[in-house]
């Protein structure tokens, strides 16, 4: 069941069958007969940019995972990005920030609900998570992409304004949020789910969260700006689930989260990751150093190797 979406029906058969096709091509095709070549991420890392769908697509060899990050799949009016928004329900297939080829979204009723994985919510005071169902796309090139979407609440016909810029550094995801926010909303920033037959262990420390499964694969969150000060503390947890993901019966998510947002606009960066090797959150915050000026508009990111980002 976590496999299937809403609408699967009478016509998922026709579909699937379609796979078979190939069957009917003769023995001496060329599909039968030429040799079989590697796919790119099993030659070297790579990491290209879809601007139409709003896509950044990035692999890397040594573990074999390709992530998509998602700044514009989902709602999308055939009119453009500036005619009205199209309305619906959200679906996890289509609205999450990122996905793997090793990992899937939490898909289970009550999960989607809670909307933890892959999504920057703005909780309201009674827990209810904004949803991400009509993404704007605002750039799309190399290694960024941004977008941004209308925040909601029940009985607020206000639309509070998420804005979110993926920048790629090797196998890490960099995402700068800027956002609006009523007072005492709550900011929570989930990072890629992932299932196995055990259930995944859990790590926390300060500003960070990582969930490893017992066969290897790591999906961590890490703060490096905005996620707490002296007078508001973050806090970092992993979220657990059953029978809510493709992948196994047993899922795990990690996240952070801000409560007591003070209203009006703010800055939150994190550093998400999804491997097969050990990661170590707390080194992997001297990966980066973010500079975000009181009132500037630019965050300025700079990497360890020398390469420097204004967002």
Do not use: M
Request: charged content about 20%; proline content about 9%.
């Amino acid at each position: 069941l976590p496999a299937t979406q809403p609408y699967s029906g009478p016509a998922s058969p026709y579909w699937a069958s379609k796979a078979f096709l190939g069957l009917l091509l003769p023995a001496d095709h060329p599909v039968w007969t030429e040799r079989e070549l590697p796919l790119p991420v099993e030659e070297s890392d790579t990491r290209r940019a879809l601007p139409a769908p709003g896509w950044l697509l990035q692999g890397t060899r040594h573990d074999g995972i390709v992530r998509l990050i998602n700044h514009g799949s989902d709602h999308q009016s055939p009119q453009g990005a500036d005619a009205d928004p199209a309305e619906g329900a959200e679906d996890p297939h289509y609205a999450r920030l990122a996905y793997s080829t090793a990992t899937a979204p939490e898909t289970a009723p009550h999960a989607v609900a809670r909307a933890v994985d892959n999504h920057l919510a703005l909780l309201s005071p009674g827990g209810t998570p904004s949803r991400r169902t009509r993404i704007h796309p605002l750039r799309c090139e190399d290694k960024i992409a941004a977008s941004w979407y209308a925040a909601r609440f029940p009985g607020d016909d206000h639309r509070y304004r998420v804005e979110t810029t993926s920048v790629l550094h090797g196998p890490w995801e960099i995402r700068v949020h800027r956002i609006e926010a009523p007072e005492g909303a709550s900011v929570r920033e989930g990072g890629h789910a992932v299932a196995h037959a055990e259930s995944p262990a859990a790590l926390t420390g300060p500003g960070w969260a990582l969930t490893r499964t017992a066969d290897g694969l790591s999906s961590a969150v890490i703060a490096l700006h905005g996620w707490g000060d002296g007078t508001r503390q973050g806090t970092a947890e992993v979220a657990r689930d059953v029978q809510s993901n493709a992948f196994g019966p047993r899922s795990a998510i990690p996240y952070l989260r801000l409560d007591g947002h003070p209203g009006g606009r703010s800055t939150h960066v994190s550093l998400v990751a999804l491997s097969r090797d050990r990661i170590h959150p707390q080194a992997l915050r001297d990966v980066v150093s973010v500079r975000a000026g009181a009132g500037s508009p630019t965050v300025a990111l700079a990497f360890l190797d020398g390469t420097t980002i204004e967002v």
